[in-house]
């Protein structure tokens, strides 16, 4: 459905993009992640129309996009700020679309409440936006996009201006809804949970690049580097060098894992977290050295920080009640050969 | 010790803002008393008996009434191209695209720092070149040159709410640039378009240096036929012209404080931020 073939993008001597390439298929919902800087924003803005490419290709169902300005490109945009327009009724501003497409009054009024009650707004037309709650006025902005039945939605952190647990309620709705209308939409976010819990597929953007583009298993599990390893979620990564049947860090510990899927110069290894275990290894398990650096108090869980071969704490959650180790004890981790994962260090 | 040089600091202040009201106001009142005199000369004041006499006088003299004429015209021609030209200044302004925009800010802004008897000049010369001679022709200029830089300010100080994401939302949803700029930036506009077109005709309607250049005999202003009048023979009319000036420029400040609030006009047009 939406194709976008190597993006390059330069700023003065500084790449915004260099040679960005992504996919949607058709009612696929892709999240487009990174840090800030990675040029997620303006590979959005791109596809929009409102910055132009130096070079590459945006295709929307086959049709070329690269030369159509924004306002001939049919796609549904949300603003990071919702951008609604503040002299106009929320019925007016989700009706803005259809007037300039010259849709009869009456089927405009239809479409209009029909958006209302998509985003849980009926009966309130008449207000004025600065009437509406935040989390309301984002599903303004929302019905705003998709009155026009765009062939395209673009999502710019959607969330991110709302308070956590406002954001959490609108996820799980904005997912429903986009489910609902079956639209292909491209978010941009740098909070990788929203990613996760909105996309069918992440793409991970670093330096103008997008490193790896998968389903959120696939990013979190098989990750394509180290970047794109440590970017979601928590990592332990460990350097050193694979062998037949495992992996030797440098520090020479022996641990064995699956051969790696990808082929890379070097590579180092990732453990998630979650997969270390503090009781006795059972057969077959790896064993880890590891110094306990401290442990914070989190109400449902424990965290203990872990520090293996000088490497950065990672924090292992511990259920309540778990008898805890003294900061600065060693102790020996479990890990599970299938836990451990041979990753490129750089995206081939 | 402290406490007397605070009260005396205090008492000093006070007295100087005193003295700075009197000095703005008395002057004004003494004018507005005279316009009543009864008498035929200019006599000690205050006057001992009232009429309406200079007023009448006024009303029959048709120098100051074609002055009138002409300055209410040129007023509003001048305020309405002002007006046009700055708003369409500041839409263009907004847009972060457009490479060097505080330069141009600037030229747009420089007739206010401009003596206006430069101004007066350079366009007296200016229009000459371009063959025009038409006096009226001229001072439509003079008086845009000198009234764009607030319509102008005024309009941009009220598009300081509109965000760019608004412009392209619109035009995400199918609207040109120039059809999001009508139906987004131009309503939040509003109040800075009336009040910068409202300045602009007080400015204009006041006028003096650049008219004086661009003005010929037969077309002159209210101000330019005062100061001619006050040289040919010095009467009360002129007091009475210019309690009617005065009337009509409070009016319209009270009409605009009502409309959309006096700070606002004064902050739009006062400050060069």
């Known amino acids: ?97 259809l007037r300039r497409r010259a849709i009869p009054r009456a089927q405009r009024e239809a479409r209009v409440a029909e958006m209302l009650d998509l985003v ?18 984002q599903r ?40 609902r209308i079956g639209t292909t939409t491209l978010i941009v976010t740098h909070d990788q949970e929203e990613a996760m819990a909105l996309a069918d597929r992440i793409a991970i953007m670093s330096a103008g690049r997008v490193l790896q583009i998968g389903t959120p298993r696939e990013v979190y599990e098989e990750p394509a580097c180290r970047f794109v390893a440590e970017f979601l979620g928590q990592a ?36 998630r977290p979650e997969a270390l275990r503090l009781d006795a290894p059972r057969p077959g398990d790896n064993a880890l050295p590891a110094q306990v650096a401290g442990h914070r108090y989190r109400g449902a869980a424990t965290l203990l920080d872990l520090m293996v071969e000088g490497t950065a704490p990672v924090a292992l959650a511990l259920p309540p009640g778990s008898p805890l180790p003294e900061p600065g004890a060693s102790l020996t981790l479990a890990v599970a050969p299938a836990a451990c994962r041979i990753i490129p260090v750089e995206a081939g | 010790m402290k406490v007397a040089l605070d009260l005396a600091a205090r008492t000093l202040a006070r007295l100087a803002v005193l003295a700075a009201v009197l000095f703005l106001l008395v002057p004004l009142l003494v004018a507005c008393l005279l316009s009543f005199d009864d008498r035929s000369f200019l006599g000690a004041f205050p006057p ?16 100051y009434l074609d002055g009138l004429l002409i300055s209410l015209q040129l007023g509003l021609v001048a305020a309405l191209i002002a007006t046009t030209l700055g708003t369409l200044g500041a839409l263009a302004l907004m847009d972060p ?58 309009v941009l100080a009220s598009l300081i709410g509109v965000k760019r994401s608004q412009i ?72 009475a012209v210019s309690t009617v000036f005065l009337a009509a420029t409070l009016l319209l400040l009270l009409l605009l404080d009502r409309t959309i609030g006096i700070e606002r006009l004064a902050g739009d047009v006062g400050a060069r931020g």
Request: charged fraction near 15%; aromatic fraction near 8%.
């Open chain 1, 120 to 137: 849980r707004l009926t009966g309130l037309g008449a207000r004025r936006p600065a009437q509406l709650s935040g989390g309301q006025q």
């Open chain 1, 236 to 271: 332990l990564w460990l350097e050193g060098r694979a062998g037949p049947g495992g992996f030797t860090t440098t520090a020479g510990t022996q641990l064995a894992a699956p051969p790696s899927r990808r082929v890379a110069a070097a590579q180092g290894l990732l453990i």
């Open chain 2, 48 to 63: 001992q008996q009232f009429s309406l006499r200079w007023y009448r006088a006024f009303a029959s003299n048709p120098t």
């Open chain 1, 1 to 97: 459905m939406l194709e976008v073939q190597n993006l390059t993008r330069r700023f003065g001597s500084a790449f915004a993009l260099d040679g960005a390439s992504l996919d949607a298929g058709a009612a696929e919902v892709v999240a487009l992640l990174g840090p800030s800087g990675c040029g997620k924003t303006t590979t959005l803005r791109i596809v929009a129309g409102f910055e132009s490419a130096d070079s590459g290709s945006i295709t929307l169902g086959g049709r070329d996009l690269t030369r159509l300005p924004p306002h001939a490109r049919d796609i549904g945009l949300v603003f990071q700020d919702y951008a609604l327009f503040p002299h106009m009724s929320v019925g007016d501003n989700i009706a803005y679309g």
């Open chain 2, 168 to 239: 392209e939302a619109a035009i995400s949803l199918g609207a040109s640039e120039a059809r999001a700029l009508w139906d987004v930036a131009v309503p939040a506009a509003r109040s800075g378009i009336v009040a910068g077109a409202a300045m602009a005709f007080v400015l204009s309607f006041d006028e003096v240096a650049v008219s004086l250049f661009l003005s010929d005999a037969f077309t002159q202003t209210l101000p330019i036929a005062l100061v001619a009048e006050m040289r040919a023979n010095l009467n009360l009319t002129i007091a």
């Open chain 2, 97 to 154: 695209r457009l490479a060097g925009r505080d330069a141009l800010e600037a030229v747009f802004l420089s007739p206010k720092f401009v003596p206006t008897v430069v101004i007066g000049f350079s366009l007296l010369v200016f229009t000459a070149r371009l063959g025009i001679f038409d006096p009226f022709t001229r001072l439509v200029m003079g008086h845009v040159v000198i009234t764009l830089p607030f319509t102008l300010r005024a």
């Open chain 1, 140 to 179: 303004v902005a929302l019905a705003r996009a998709l009155a026009i039945n765009p062939r395209l939605l673009l999502l710019d952190e959607p969330l991110s201006n709302l308070d956590a647990k406002l954001r959490h309620t609108l996820q799980t709705e904005l997912r429903q809804i986009l489910s």
